[in-house]
T-cell receptor, first 112, second 116 residues
Framework: EPEVTQTPSHQVTQMGQEVILRCVPI?????FYWYRQILGQKVEFLVS????????KSEIFDDQFSVERPDGSNFTLKIRSTKLEDSAMYFC??????????FGPGTRLTVL | AQSVTQPDIHITVSEGASLELRCNYS??????LFWYVQSPGQGLQLLLK??????LVQGIKGFEAEFKRSQSSFNLRKPSVHWSDAAEYFC??????????????FGKGTHLIIQP
């Protein structure tokens, strides 16, 4: 069964450093998403991406965040200058048209 | 703005007993509704979804949910729970975009505990 994969599974970084979280969506999917889940809290939508551009973003997704689909398979989330409050589990998701979102296993980001 | 309320933070059920997890949503148009399950340290797995049509939807692992527009609810049910059902359950709502749901809004989750 096809699945969304994410790397790394756990990333530890120092405050102020840049991090890139990587996702490989399911190959024939067209819509891509990032969500985050701070420990013990609900899952929050960050951004959706379609046709090589952002289609929707939440208020969490400020100028410190960016997304990119650098090639035909990867979808990345970059945080330019990490803060302590960026520590969370980050989930990538993808879907085709008439379908639900498939979620990846997540990357746990720890900012020290 | 859309929102999801899961009023029960924790629910404890005996193994073999029936289960109902509550979900209320607020959305301006016809919603796309979902239930996801998350086991400790794992990602989100879809249990079931409602897009349109029959308001009673069946999902995996014996779960079902009923969409009630008049009550803005989408409660999850299972007639007989198993110890392996212990997990965090999230209700989510999304709007229509490109033939499916776009950015989802999740509830805070209900932590299900199964007593032997």
């Amino acid at each position: 069964e096809p699945e969304v994969t994410q790397t790394p599974s756990h990333q530890v970084t120092q405050m102020g450093q840049e991090v890139i979280l990587r996702c490989v969506p399911i190959s024939n999917h067209l819509y891509f998403y990032w969500y985050r889940q701070i420990l013990g809290q609900k899952v929050e939508f960050l951004v959706s991406f379609y046709n090589n551009e952002i289609s929707e973003k939440s208020e969490i997704f400020d100028d410190q965040f960016s997304v990119e689909r650098p090639d035909g398979s990867n979808f990345t989330l970059k945080i330019r200058s990490t803060k302590l409050e960026d520590s969370a589990m980050y989930f990538c998701a993808s879907r085709r048209g008439e379908a639900y979102q498939f979620f990846g296993p997540g990357t746990r980001l720890t900012v020290l | 703005a859309q929102s999801v309320t899961q009023p029960d933070i924790h629910i404890t059920v005996s193994e073999g007993a029936s289960l109902e997890l509550r979900c209320n949503y607020s959305y301006g148009a016809t919603p796309y509704l979902f239930w996801y399950v998350q086991s400790p340290g794992q990602g989100l797995q879809l249990l079931l979804k409602y897009f349109s049509g029959d308001t009673l939807v069946q999902g995996i692992k014996g779960f079902e949910a009923e969409f009630k527009r008049s009550q803005s609810s989408f409660n999850l049910r299972k007639p007989s729970v198993h110890w392996s059902d212990a997990a965090e359950y999230f209700c989510a709502v999304g709007g229509y975009s490109g033939g499916g749901a776009d950015g989802l809004t999740f509830g805070k989750g209900t932590h299900l505990i199964i007593q032997p």
